[in-house]
């Protein structure tokens, strides 16, 4: 959201968001991670406890499902219990082929589980288009095999059918394995350069998503892990406004407007 943002001055405006933590992502969507490692973690140790911060989440799609190793006492340090990744299979497979991928990501992604569990870390794969998470089956299929307690999803609604009935009722039927809530919609997409006003209907409130049968679904499984008001900007990397503060006031008329969708469960 931030983008390339110098983190000494996105830290002084986490609280004003309504949160005391913070997900940290590595390039192409972000230099953040690439700035903690420069920095050192003693210094981003430092900043974090200035500022009265928390490492919440690491992203980590570059380092791939199978690669995160070097996070999890990074993450372990700092209390930082979810690191979210992609998935890794065969994309093409459907029916029971897919299943059969899915099972076979689970077992893959077993000893990395219990790497991760050592370091108190969960380890949150996203639905992301193009991967075998990508669909409605490939979800339930996921959560259904999934029985590692350190193996969980992250659920972003962005690459599902825009249909709120539908992804609410997916929601309620996928029990605790849903660690982190993604709060973006598709708009009119992230993947071509447009004007500033059609790239935000990707956040929660501005595009015509009505969030609030997706949230009766978390509220039915009891969900009690991050919800992130999230956004692509294009090209990626770049912040979602011109300045700090107006990245600041979109996450904050995000948040306000998931709040009213709970008022109104």
């Known amino acids: 959201m931030y983008g390339t943002t110098a983190l000494h001055e996105v830290l002084p405006e986490i609280h004003k968001t ?6 940290i992502w590595p390039r192409p969507h972000a230099n953040h991670r690439e700035q903690v490692a420069m920095m050192g973690l003693a210094k981003f140790e430092e900043l974090l406890s200035e500022h009265k911060i928390k490492l919440g989440v690491l992203t980590q799609y570059k380092l791939g499902p199978f690669g995160l190793a070097s996070e999890f006492p990074v993450a372990q340090r700092f209390g930082c219990q979810i690191i979210v990744c992609g998935a890794a299979g065969n994309r093409a497979a459907t029916g029971t082929n897919l299943r059969s991928e899915v099972k076979k990501f689970i077992e893959r992604m077993k000893p990395h589980a219990d790497a991760a569990a050592e370091h108190g870390v969960t380890i949150a794969v996203e639905n992301h288009s193009g991967q075998i998470l990508a669909t409605p089956d490939g979800i339930k299929w996921f959560t259904e095999l999934a029985t590692h ?113 709970l008022q109104n469960l």
């Open 18 to 23: 309504g949160t005391s933590f913070i997900d």
């Open 149 to 261: 307690p350190n193996l969980a999803l992250a659920f972003a609604p962005h690459h599902l059918p825009q249909n709120a009935e539908m992804q609410g009722r997916l929601l309620a039927g996928l029990g605790g394995k849903v660690a982190f809530f993604y709060g973006q919609q598709h708009g009119t997409g992230s993947s071509r350069k447009q004007p500033r006003e059609k790239e935000l209907l990707q956040m929660p409130g501005r595009g015509p998503l009505d969030f609030t049968p997706l949230l009766q679904g978390l509220k039915s499984i009891n969900f009690t892990g991050f919800t992130e008001p999230f956004m692509h900007p294009f090209p990626r990397g770049i912040p979602i406004h011109n300045s700090t503060a107006g990245v600041t006031a979109e996450i904050k008329r995000s948040r306000s407007y998931l709040e009213k969708c």
